[in-house]
């Protein structure tokens, strides 16, 4: 067993995502804490590219609140960053479902040389970033999936295969099909 | 699923070496299969348009704050156990397993109460008995009925906590 108070931070960060999870269960906010900076990057790589930029922030902070108060319903079935990634995905439909009708994306006040038109890569404007998150949304669930994993979390295909328990054959097989899939979804104007 | 299985390989191949800098972004149109280059380019602009910076440390310091907040204010933080150190302890999983553990704790209360009760109760009865020892019956009397108003508060409080 776990003592939680002879822990300080730094040693909680060496713990494993099962028993941070355990000591978040038994009211460690420090345990919870260093699980929330480990899966910060991936909710949020996950959420930027499904959501529009303005609601990001309460997105990703909507989704660890989720987590905080279904901590205890987590029996550890599966592993913790697939019950994550879950929970993410469920709180992205929620958004969406919740949200008004088309709301324009765009700025009409922005000027044609505002910079927030233009992304750090200047080849990537913000109307392509548009462009692809709702060409991610329209993909079915796994090529949507199989994507942001490769694109969103870096994980290879070997290690994708591995997540998702298929063969590495399937993987890559998914892959090109999602890639073949998003290049129709917006056409030739952008990838 | 018709398509050969090279280009699946071709194409993950290509993205594993795109994603690790070893392939430039820019590609020079080739003699290749057209179809091949059509999902080269299509990779290339998705490696360009997922690498748009790393997570903002403001926002995540921001959020992370705004968590604890809501921790403290759920009410999430450990209890001081009621319970003795050599209490067993197991690891509870949810508010239903907690909820009962208390139950379980102000059910027992009542039993014993009950049990001193009736003993004292049948001590009542015999007091008349001459030569009796004077006393006996008043004080367990008062000592179960404070026992079992005891059990009966454990019992209304761990409703009232599991209504919460």
């Known amino acids: 067993m776990i003592q939680r108070d002879s822990l300080g931070p730094v040693g909680l960060s060496a713990l494993?995502?099962?028993e941070l999870v355990h000591l978040a269960q038994e009211g460690s906010l420090e345990a919870f804490t260093v699980l929330y900076e480990r899966y910060f990057p991936m909710v949020y790589n996950r959420v930027r590219y499904l959501v529009p930029e303005q609601d990001v922030e309460d997105v990703v902070q909507e989704i660890f609140i989720t987590v905080m108060k279904s901590l205890k319903s987590y029996r550890g079935i599966?592993?913790?960053s697939t019950w994550l990634r879950t929970l993410t995905n469920r709180r992205i439909v929620d958004y969406y479902r919740r949200r008004r009708p088309p709301e324009e994306e765009i700025d009409e006040s922005l000027g044609e040389n505002d910079p927030r038109l233009v992304s750090e890569k200047?080849?990537?404007t913000l109307d392509e970033s548009i462009l692809l998150r709702e060409a991610l949304r329209s993909l079915p669930e796994d090529y949507r999936e199989v994507l942001l994993l490769r694109f969103a979390e870096g994980m290879k295909f070997d290690e994708i295969a591995r997540l998702r328990g298929q063969s590495l054959e399937a993987v890559k097989s998914l892959f090109r099909r999602a890639?073949?899939?998003i290049r129709k979804e917006v056409g030739g104007s952008y990838v | 699923m018709s398509e050969p299985s090279s280009l699946d390989d071709q194409l993950a191949e290509f993205t594993e070496r795109l994603l690790s800098g070893e392939v430039p972004d820019e590609l020079e149109p080739t003699m290749q299969d057209q179809e091949f280059f059509e999902l080269q380019?299509?990779?290339?602009?998705?490696?360009?348009?997922f690498e748009k910076g790393q997570p903002d440390e403001i926002m995540a310091r921001r959020i992370k704050n705004n968590l604890i907040a809501e921790w403290k204010k759920a009410g999430l933080e450990a209890e001081a156990s009621p319970f003795p150190k050599w209490w067993p302890r197991r690891k509870v999983s949810n508010r239903w397993t907690a909820m009962r553990q208390w139950q379980f704790v102000a059910l027992a209360v009542a039993v014993v109460a009950v049990l001193v009760f009736m003993a004292s109760f049948?001590?009542?009865?015999?007091?008349p008995a001459p030569g009796a020892a004077e006393?006996?019956?008043?004080?367990?009397?008062?000592?179960?009925?404070l026992l079992g108003l005891v059990?009966?508060?454990g019992l209304v409080w761990a409703l009232v906590r599991r209504k919460r």
């Open chain 1, 16 to 18: 494993g995502d099962a």
């Open chain 1, 78 to 80: 599966s592993q913790f």
């Open chain 1, 122 to 124: 200047p080849s990537v």
């Open chain 1, 179 to 181: 890639v073949v899939a």
């Open chain 2, 41 to 49: 380019t299509t990779v290339v602009r998705l490696k360009a348009a």
């Open chain 2, 122 to 127: 049948s001590n009542f009865s015999a007091m």
């Open chain 2, 135 to 145: 006393g006996g019956a008043g004080v367990f009397l008062p000592v179960a009925i």
């Open chain 2, 151 to 153: 059990a009966v508060a």
